[in-house]
């Protein structure tokens, strides 16, 4: 286990610095001069003196290749720089913000995974029954709205017509309600059929019948096994997107205020704040390469058929 997760890591490695080369390149082919839009967001008035001096300080002068290797070296040490627009460091305005997005994504994430685990557990044993047409159908309705639009018709339906929940900002736990429900349902919709089709898929293999044979109950056939096994690509579909809900929440952190990271790097974009956009994308790279690993770890938890040996293909 130790050896799977060391050769994990380095593996992470080039990745990262691909991220960051991208990131960098992107930047740099950009016809927006850093140290202008340093001048710019930070609301200064320029003369040729100071964007010289800038463009000196900032290193700008330096060969293109001198300059990704101070920038990985920097990072490495998680010094991402000053934004532009508060004049604080990236890592301490990106470390303010992560506890709320943390909390968003974790409120949705255990929405998402109690509402799917019921729902398709009942759709598959009860084939066909209501509730697996009730199933299907909020998959379909899920699958079909616009996250923006969902969003500003919960916050019409219940923060405006009945007056139940606040509209937007974070304070309460019921702050939280609507903006986790808008980013559950689309998530329920995927993976309610996902897991709904593999426990069908599941229900089929041969260690079920055998196990019918040696007279255990169907009910501890079906929740010991089936769905254990079953929910393997449900949680690797939820691994992936945990790495997007903590990076990618923007349109429901805009709609509803939510002080995250999402809304602050969509600030950063339109202020032209270069080391928040550079900070933003290589905490983005970790965390998505982050969340693959502890997939794989709770899927070699969880089903036993998956092998250290096949995974590091030794």
């Given at each position: 286990?130790?050896s799977y997760?060391?050769k994990?890591?380095l593996a992470?490695?080039p990745l990262?610095?691909?991220a960051?080369?991208?990131?960098?390149?992107l930047m740099?082919?950009?016809?927006?001069?850093?140290a202008?839009?340093?001048?710019s967001a930070s609301h200064l008035?320029?003369?040729?003196?100071?964007?010289?001096?800038?463009?000196l300080?900032?290193?700008?002068?330096?060969?293109?290749?001198?300059?990704y290797?101070?920038?990985?070296?920097?990072?490495v040490?998680f010094?991402?720089?000053?934004?532009?627009l508060?004049g604080?460091?990236v890592?301490?305005e990106?470390?303010?913000?992560l506890?709320a997005t943390?909390?968003l994504?974790?409120?949705?994430?255990i929405?998402?995974?109690?509402?799917?685990?019921?729902?398709?557990?009942?759709?598959?044993?009860?084939?066909?029954?209501?509730i697996?047409?009730l199933?299907?159908?909020l998959a379909y309705?899920?699958s079909?709205?616009?996250?923006?639009?969902l969003?500003y018709?919960?916050?019409?339906?219940?923060?405006?017509?009945?007056?139940w929940?606040?509209?937007?900002?974070?304070?309460?736990?019921?702050h939280?309600?609507?903006?986790?429900?808008t980013?559950?349902l689309?998530l329920?919709?995927m993976?309610?059929?996902?897991f709904?089709?593999?426990?069908l898929e599941?229900m089929?293999?041969?260690?079920v019948l055998y196990?019918?044979?040696?007279?255990?109950k169907?009910?501890?056939?079906m929740l010991r096994?089936?769905?254990k096994?079953a929910?393997?690509?449900?949680?690797t579909g939820?691994?992936?997107?945990i790495?997007?809900?903590?990076?990618g929440?923007?349109?429901?952190?805009?709609?509803?205020?939510?002080?995250?990271?999402?809304r602050?790097?969509v600030?950063?974009?339109f202020?032209?704040?270069?080391p928040?956009?550079?900070?933003?994308?290589?905490f983005?790279?970790?965390?998505?390469?982050?969340?693959?690993l502890?997939?794989?770890l709770?899927?070699?938890?969880?089903d036993?058929?998956i092998?250290l040996?096949?995974?590091t293909?030794?």
């Open positions: 286990m130790i997760i060391g994990r890591m992470v490695v990262v610095l691909f960051v080369l991208a990131t960098f390149l740099r082919m950009s016809p927006v001069d850093p202008e839009a340093y001048f008035k320029v003369t040729d003196e100071l964007l010289a001096e800038k463009r300080e900032m290193g700008l002068d330096k060969p293109l290749l001198v300059q290797f101070h920038t990985v070296v920097k990072m040490q010094d991402f720089g000053i934004s532009y508060s604080e460091p890592w301490q990106i470390a303010q913000r506890p943390l909390q994504a974790l409120s949705s994430s929405i998402t995974v109690l509402v799917v685990i019921l729902l398709g557990y009942f759709s598959a044993v009860y084939k066909n029954s209501w697996d047409y199933s299907r159908g309705v899920g079909s709205l616009p996250q923006f639009w969003g018709l919960l916050v019409f339906v219940f923060a405006i017509q009945l007056d929940l606040p509209v937007e900002g974070k304070g309460t736990w019921q939280l309600i609507l903006p986790s429900a980013l559950s689309a329920i919709a993976y309610t059929r996902l709904r089709e593999s426990m599941q089929n293999e041969a260690y196990a019918k044979t040696r007279g255990i169907h009910r501890s056939i096994h089936v769905a096994i929910i393997t690509p449900v949680i939820l691994g992936m997107n790495g997007r809900l903590l990076t929440t923007i349109i429901v952190e805009r709609v509803f205020s939510w002080p995250g990271l999402g602050f790097f600030e950063s974009i202020n032209r704040d270069l928040v956009i550079q900070g933003y994308v290589f983005a790279a970790c965390l998505y390469l982050a969340s693959s502890i997939v794989d709770v899927q070699m938890a969880l036993p058929r092998s040996k096949g995974r293909g030794s």
